[in-house]
């Protein structure tokens, strides 16, 4: 089937080259097969390659928090949640998809980022917004991200010494020094020019994400042997009905964070090559990425919610008190800390990337910026060298800050959810195709961006109420577990 849909495009694509006589040098028919129509070096991903990258980015520390979200919500409503979320990104990120070139699929100009994507279909003040938006998104992606990688080594830490003392010791023990290590690491990495040059690191951390959401599911089937929890989620009883209320709310926001991958479909759309076009590659890698996630959250997250029924901890695997087997727990806790060192270079990359360009623009003469420093044949920018590692620096101090995990990732997956996953694609998609207002395509599409709106406002309200719940109880700097 691949093989005949990449044939017919080709002829399609001699036969459009020959009526419009396309003056862009085609990469079929000239001699070096170097770069793409776009001047650029020739782009080379494919629809696996596509999935690889979604994959490692949505399966990222999400799915831990699921068995929590469906304990809230319950055996009914946690699973049709998850379904409609899965179906809702699937369609939008197709949406999405169409925008990457405007105009023709094929020979349109291509926009790189998703602002790109904004600016040439919806222009003017969302451009900005988008932006702002998207990153901030990624910046508290990184504070999440470091939080939960902290959690993981501290849990290793914990079953470790736990262990040793046959459960008499508590093992208390600060945080900050593993945010701090995740801090560190992340500066080395992030000193990585450039996107496409880790490609191998996406496809570690998609095994990474495997093997600790595998092991947390074997956990939960092992666990399982008594089926615990309810229809409805929590009982009012352990929690009030307000609070029920409000961590309904949360879990939402906790499931959509746990699908959101628009913010960086454009980018990764870019990395992929043509014909057929990117578009429908893309699209394929979406249903394909969906489809594994969801299956792989149900899993987990059914699965953690028989094992816990009410008690489903907030983060699957450290919640796991301190059971044997030990290592298997560390082995996962450990596949978290790689798959999160990746995850968290797949998102900070095209902020790195904004920034310098916008550095560059700005400040065109500055040698501080512009100038490339040899060192034993590394290229060293200084600009960047700063830049990126204050970034780091400044994500790993607001988690020091922050240690709440659950309401940080329901507070992140609300406010990034409708813009970028609803709102933007929609409206990218009514400008290109020309939809007209009140016709019944339009109508549709604006009752699902409402729906998802109200959805969001929920989520960021269950989990803001949820951090205000934890500040209670909070010493700045002082979180041990």
Known sequence: MGERTATNNH????????????????????????VDDDGRPQRTGSVWTASAHIITAVIGSGVLSLAWAIGQLGWIAGPTVMLLFSFVIYYTSTLLADCYR?????FG????????????????SKVKLCGMIQYMNIFGVAVGYTIASSISMMAIKRSNCFHKSDGKDPCHMSSNPYMIAFGVTQIFFSQIPDFDQIWWLSIVAAVMSFTYSSIGLGLGIAQTAALKGSLTGISIGAVTETQKIWRSFQALG??????????????????????????????KASLISTAVTTVFYMLCGCMGYAAFGDLAPGN?????????????LDIANAAIVIHLVGA?????????????????????????????????????NMFRLVWRSV??????????????????VGILGAFGFWPLTVYFPVEMYIAQKKIRRWST?????????????????????????????????????????
């Open 11 to 34: 002829h399609q694509h001699h036969h459009n080259a020959q009526v419009f006589d396309v003056s862009v040098n085609m990469a079929p028919h000239c001699g070096s097969k170097a």
């Open 102 to 106: 405007s105009g023709d699929p094929l």
């Open 109 to 124: 100009k291509r926009n790189y980022t998703y602002m790109d994507a904004v600016r040439s279909n919806l222009g003017g």
């Open 254 to 283: 906790d499931i959509a964070f746990a699908y959101s991958f628009s913010i960086i479909l454009i980018e990764i759309q870019d990395t992929v090559k043509s014909p057929p076009s990117e578009s429908k590659t893309m699209k």
């Open 316 to 328: 699957l695997l450290t919640g796991f008190g301190f059971y044997n087997p030990f290592w298997l």
């Open 344 to 380: 968290y270079q797949v998102y900070c990359q095209p902020l790195f990337a904004f920034v310098e360009k916008y550095a560059a623009a700005k400040w065109p003469d500055s040698a501080f910026v512009n100038r490339d420093i040899n060192i034993k044949g590394f290229n060293v």
């Open 391 to 408: 970034f780091v620096m400044i994500t790993t101090l607001i988690s020091m800050l922050l240690p709440f995990f659950n309401d940080v």
């Open 441 to 481: 395509r339009w109508v549709c599409l604006q009752m699902l961006s409402f729906a998802c709106l109200v959805i969001s406002v929920a989520a960021a309200a269950g989990s803001v109420a949820g951090v205000v719940l934890d500040l209670k109880v909070y010493r700045p700097f002082k979180t041990s577990y």
